[in-house]
């Protein structure tokens, strides 16, 4: 459980960290505020605390749970392996109209936003998103650092290796396997195994960028 008494601290200031600000919020926690390279006024009404650097204070990184927020699953994976590195405390954020099985378990720095679903015994791993009304049906194995954007649908036993993009709207079959970084399409539907590092899109999905050879991934 979160510590009620430490206060979260968002990384990023973008749009998907005001979303996780008041995901945040909604769910219970203290937002203490936000990082970014750019100072800014505040961030959903969270203010700004200060670049990346603070994250090499041993009393910052003692007294916060941390959230990658940013929309760049390289980024947000190596800010998370930084804070793990160092001590810190990665938060698990869960949108209070997110629905998430009893059964299923969510990585460290993995935000749940509004009306995401997550069903029985799926396994996320830490600095995943899933995003707003996505669905990650049972029995699902997420890598580190997917992404399951907007409206995005998992049907049962799908398995994601790390980095992978689902676009707005995309549908993958069940008990297909994803490769590591493979980008799925806004609004395709996945009929087959896709392989690691490539770009698919359609109806059927159909390669737009060859990936490496099966097994790889």
């Known amino acids: ?9 968002v990384l990023g200031g973008g749009g998907h960290a005001a979303v996780a600000v008041e995901a945040a919020r909604l769910s219970g926690m203290t937002v203490a505020g936000f990082l970014a390279p750019d100072p800014a006024s505040s961030l959903c009404g969270a203010p700004w605390l200060g670049s ?8 910052f990184l003692s007294s916060h749970w941390f959230l990658p ?3 760049d699953g390289i980024a947000r994976r190596r800010l998370a392996a930084l804070i793990a590195e160092r001590g810190g405390l990665l938060a698990r954020v869960l949108h ?13 720095g993995t935000l749940a936003c509004a009306g995401a679903i997550i069903g029985v015994e799926a396994l996320v791993g830490g600095s995943c998103i899933l995003n707003t009304a ?13 992404h399951v954007a907007p409206g995005a649908r998992l049907a049962g036993g799908v398995e994601c290796s790390d980095g992978v993009l689902i676009g707005i709207g ?18 395709s539907v996945v009929t087959a195994d896709v ?9 059927p999905a159909r390669p737009l960028r060859p ?7």
């Open 1 to 9: 459980m979160i510590d009620p008494v430490r206060p979260l601290v």
């Open 52 to 59: 990346d650097d603070l994250l090499g204070s041993v009393g």
């Open 69 to 71: 927020a940013l929309g």
């Open 96 to 108: 209070p109209s997110a629905i998430l099985s009893p059964s299923a378990r969510l990585g460290p």
């Open 134 to 146: 996505s669905s990650v049906d049972h029995h699902c194995r997420l890598g580190e650092g997917v």
């Open 170 to 187: 995309a549908a993958i079959l069940p008990g297909l396997r994803v490769g590591a970084e493979a980008v799925i399409g806004a609004g």
């Open 195 to 203: 392989a690691a590092d490539s770009i698919v899109a359609g109806i």
């Open 211 to 217: 990936g490496l050879e099966k097994g790889k991934g």
